[in-house]
């Protein structure tokens, strides 16, 4: 049985979202139908927006939904019908990343979240007037009122669980938090630095608030940003407009350099520096992402002192553990991240990318 439902539909490469009715088939084996209640809106969705990946369009993106499970497939056990519950990204569940509780390392996490549009094998979950549109986006393509879910993407939460609140953990903040948790760990007095203050940026920084590092520097080039970082738990900041970078790290550790540092804009001239800035033994996480090809060259010298630099997709997360305690950090109010967010009913999808693109807005909430 069909559902009829409305989706954000992206036409072509640079194209703003349109409202269009579409359909959505009955879930299959291992899937579920979720009616959204939130979505957050990530750098990523307006990346394959753009046409700068390789996801077929038109199409429907969207992966940080949350929202109330109404139907499932065969063979669903984890989420029942009425059950609230978050959206992130999909993963086998039988290779060895996998099974080595990794899924954002997957073996089929490309094709499956970020550039397929289609399940694994090639039917889209998502028509238009009986054609295919490129759907499956992280396992959801949430930018809809409903939509057919992977039952690995779900992350069940309690009823009573503010859910307008809770949708971007499915990507951006486990993102950050993960960074600092899952690779960091900083010991007690480390040095974090985090360069760009943004969505993910600033769940680093929230995060590395709740460890035993001694220092936690933001960089940014938005002084509203920044205030707004020492507000929730850097110790320092550096404004990349009137300083420069690599020296204010130099003064703030007293040469010693950072034993942490998160890279978040994908520029790579900023990288490098995160890199240069390390202490011996340091390690450098990318985050942000550039256009595929790009290179940082590295001074293979400075390396041999035990730094790393180290790749990061979606925190290294295994959802089923980090984001039932990201929400409890959230509902207590321990990690503050309403502070991050602008709401915007799903209709003004466009005002909220201009928000986004423009800065206004840190971390868009799309609302049903």
């Known amino acids: 049985m069909m559902t009829a439902t409305t989706a954000a539909v992206v036409e072509s490469g640079g194209a703003a979202f349109t409202l269009s009715p579409v359909e959505l088939g009955a879930p299959r084996f291992g899937e579920v139908r979720v009616r959204l209640v939130a979505a957050g809106l990530c750098h990523t969705d307006l990346g394959a927006a753009s046409g700068g990946l390789?996801?077929?369009l038109p199409g429907v993106l969207g992966h940080e939904g949350a929202g109330v499970v109404e139907a499932v497939g065969p063979g669903v056990t984890r989420v029942s019908e009425g059950d609230h519950v978050l959206l992130s990204f999909t993963s086998c569940g039988n290779c060895g990343k996998c099974r080595a509780g990794h899924p954002a390392y997957c073996a089929t996490w490309l094709p499956l979240n970020l550039i397929g549009g289609t399940r694994s094998d090639g039917s889209s979950?998502?028509?238009?007037?009986?054609?295919?549109?490129?759907?499956?986006?992280?396992?959801?393509?949430?930018f809809a009122h409903h939509a057919i879910a992977d039952e690995r993407s779900l992350i069940k939460v309690d009823p009573?669980?503010?859910?307008?609140?809770?949708?971007?953990?499915?990507?951006?903040?486990?993102?950050?938090?993960?960074?600092?948790w899952n690779v960091l760990r900083p010991r007690p007095g480390d040095t974090i630095v985090v360069t760009g203050a943004g969505a993910v940026g600033l769940s680093?920084?929230?995060?590395?608030?709740?460890?035993?590092?001694?220092?936690?520097?933001?960089?940014?080039?938005?002084?509203?940003?920044?205030?707004?970082?020492?507000e929730l738990g850097a110790t320092h900041v550096v404004d990349a407009t009137q300083q420069d970078t690599a020296e204010a790290l130099a003064e703030l550790t007293g040469g010693a350099g950072v034993d942490?540092?998160?890279?978040t804009t994908g520029n790579t001239g900023v990288l490098r520096t995160a890199i240069d800035a390390l202490a011996p033994c340091g390690t450098a996480v990318i985050v942000g992402a550039p256009p595929f090809g790009t290179e940082?060259?590295?001074?293979?010298?400075?390396?041999?002192?035990?730094?790393?630099?180290?790749?990061l997709t979606l925190g290294d997360s295994e959802t089923q553990t980090l984001i039932p305690a990201l929400v409890d950090l959230v509902i207590s109010d321990r990690l503050p991240l309403q502070r991050l967010l602008t709401h915007y009913q799903f209709a003004d999808i466009n005002r909220a990318v201009a928000d986004m693109n423009s800065g206004a807005s840190i971390k868009p909430v799309l609302l049903f």
């Open 54 to 56: 390789p996801f077929p």
């Open 125 to 142: 979950p998502i028509t238009r007037d009986g054609t295919a549109l490129g759907g499956h986006f992280f396992g959801q393509s949430s």
């Open 160 to 180: 009573d669980a503010p859910l307008d609140l809770l949708a971007p953990l499915g990507c951006g903040v486990q993102t950050g938090a993960g960074a600092v």
């Open 204 to 230: 680093a920084i929230m995060a590395a608030n709740l460890t035993p590092a001694r220092k936690i520097i933001a960089v940014d080039r938005v002084p509203e940003r920044l205030h707004l970082a020492t």
């Open 260 to 263: 942490g540092a998160i890279e």
């Open 296 to 311: 940082v060259p590295v001074d293979v010298n400075m390396m041999l002192p035990g730094r790393h630099i180290v790749g």
